[in-house]
């Protein structure tokens, strides 16, 4: 009797004991997470070094901002998140696709709180150590936490595991967010307070969370010429994972392709003009859909182009890359080009194949090693392989159809989405407020923006060249595609990028693997207007034969 006492006395005591552990570990307050600026001499001498001028770096970190205000809203909320928690979850959420995370989350192994914790803290513990740090985030919202926790009451049996729901998401700071500012990286909008972009509210009525705010090429990398890639003045130089400081992040999306990479949040919204999607995912080896003009709304985004603006899922595969282009989609009256695309079951993608689907390849390209080897993948699994050597077009007066439209869209941007605080109304009054502190607010120069000033294209010329630019574009895909009857033209990167942007057509990048330095590269799907499935079909296809995409070094914790 007495042993049998002493063995229950033992057991209760170790269940006290266990319940003790883990509420300690769940109120453990960790030490606050602290960024210290450093000497970058040496950083910036390493860069002038690199055969790519582009990469000659005048400065890492921003000037105008201390990356410590990153988390300052949410610190309190990380002092509830323990680093013992996040390393338990570390196998549990890197790199996983959105339907395994729902099915985590049903399984129990985590919550929706503990999922938007875990990119909080991850980001603050990345961006605050100088040897690791990205500067791929502006902001982050101090409403994620609070809003998963409340996602965390539904009944998680009727979530669909190929939805957004409770998924952190980023989105690149030219997108509009209520409760965060939406910068484009200028200090003349730094303190542009807006309402939710159209993008932003279809997110939010799927129930994603609203994570933060991914730093960019300033004004969307239509601002200097010849400066680096991914710099803003407000985020500072975004940094590429796979080659710190020595590889360009690509851009306009920088932030966004960069903190997919590195697993910094689920997904990120980019936008792009003429490779502004395509670019950085290439660059960071993720997943990169540029929709049809049309396809997804623009109302509410810092403008260059309402020719050929678009915003586009960033991700670490195809699959949630569907499950993104779905949530966003819906038709959009204060956006003239919006149109209402048919909605549809992404898991339909898992069905996508390269098998008996016709691809046009560029023979001269067939001298890139990955190409080749992407190429050679799809032969042998089925996929019938068209090679064609296009000829060479020119697009007279592209530049100019940026410069007009920015000119006009800007304004019109200022007038009905910034905040009050926004004293500039027009690209006249951005470039006199930038020479008022070159050194701060313009390192790189604005040539661009001079340039904008300059054109006086008058409206009827303007539409002559959007006419004439659209007509030779889709020439040059409908020769390929048409007349071989292909599903897909494949290019590399962003080297298409121009020519889809005017045609309007859709393109998917896909990791393609790296070259011999390290450098990631993205196979590139083009085909024709609203066929985004399509192309995620066979993005999705393509993945389960090559499987090239690999979380950067250095980044496994």
Request: hydrophobic fraction near 35%; glycine fraction near 8%; aromatic fraction near 8%.
């Amino acid at each position: 009797m007495k042993k049998h006492f002493l063995i229950c006395l033992i057991f209760i005591l170790g269940c006290i004991s266990c319940k003790q552990e883990h509420k300690d570990a769940a109120v453990v307050k960790n030490d606050p997470i602290v960024w210290q600026s450093y000497d970058e001499t040496a950083d910036l001498a390493r860069t002038q070094e690199l055969q790519n001028t582009r990469m000659h770096l005048k400065l890492v970190n921003s000037k105008v901002r201390d990356k410590n205000d990153i988390w300052k809203p949410i610190a309190g909320e990380l002092n509830t998140f323990s680093i013992r928690r996040y390393k338990e979850l570390l196998s549990q959420i890197l790199e996983k696709d959105i339907p395994t995370l729902q099915q985590s989350i049903k399984d129990g192994a985590f919550t929706y709180e503990e999922l938007t914790l875990f990119y909080l803290y991850r980001i603050a513990n990345i961006e605050s150590n100088n040897e690791r740090a990205l500067n791929g985030v502006i902001s982050l919202s101090p409403d994620a936490v609070s809003r998963a926790r409340e996602l965390d009451k539904k009944d998680k049996n009727k979530i669909n595991n190929y939805s957004v729901f409770g998924m952190p998401i980023l989105l690149k700071d030219n997108i509009g967010a209520s409760g965060m500012k939406t910068t484009a990286g200028a200090i003349a909008l730094q303190d542009n307070h807006t309402g939710d972009a159209f993008i932003t509210q279809r997110l939010e009525s799927e129930n994603a969370i609203i994570l933060g705010k991914a730093n960019l090429s300033e004004w969307a990398y239509f601002l200097c010429t010849g400066c680096p890639v991914g710099y803003s003045a407000v985020g500072g130089q975004t940094i590429n994972p796979y080659g710190r400081l020595q590889f360009e992040s690509g851009g306009s999306s920088s932030g966004s392709g960069v903190s997919v990479a590195a697993n910094y949040a689920v997904g990120a919204i980019g936008t792009e003009t003429a490779g502004s999607i395509l670019s950085p995912s290439s660059q960071n080896s993720v997943v990169g859909l540029k929709p049809t003009i049309g396809a997804l709304s623009r109302t509410g985004i810092v403008p260059i182009s309402s020719t050929l603006d678009t915003p586009g899922p960033m991700t670490k595969n195809s699959i949630d890359n569907a499950i993104l282009f779905n949530a966003l989609t819906g038709k959009d009256l204060a956006d003239t080009k919006s149109v209402m695309v048919p909605l549809f079951d992404p898991e339909m993608i898992t069905k996508g194949t390269v098998k008996e689907k016709r691809f046009g390849v560029i023979t001269s390209f067939l001298t890139d090693t990955l190409y080749a080897k992407a190429i050679e993948k799809i032969k042998t699994n089925g996929g019938t392989i068209v090679e064609i050597e296009p000829d060479q077009i020119g697009l007279p007066g592209f530049l100019t159809v940026l410069n007009i439209d920015m000119k006009n869209d800007l304004p019109d941007y200022i007038e009905k989405h910034a905040g009050t605080s926004v004293t500039i109304k027009n690209i006249e009054d951005a470039v006199a407020f930038n020479k008022l502190d070159t050194l701060v607010r313009i390192p790189y120069g604005q040539q661009l923006f001079e340039g904008i000033v300059a054109d006086a294209t008058t409206e009827v010329a303007l539409e002559e060249i959007k006419n004439n630019l659209e007509t030779i574009s889709r020439a040059y895909f409908d020769a390929m595609l048409d007349e071989h009857q292909l599903d897909a033209f494949l290019s590399i990167n962003n080297y298409h990028a121009a020519y889809a942007a005017m045609a309007k057509y859709p393109a998917l990048t896909i990791p393609m693997g790296y070259t011999t330095s390290g450098e990631p590269e993205g196979l590139t799907f083009i085909g024709k207007p609203f066929t985004e499935t399509t192309l995620l079909g066979l993005g999705y296809g393509y993945e389960q034969i090559s499987k090239e995409r690999k979380l950067p070094e250095g980044y496994e914790e």
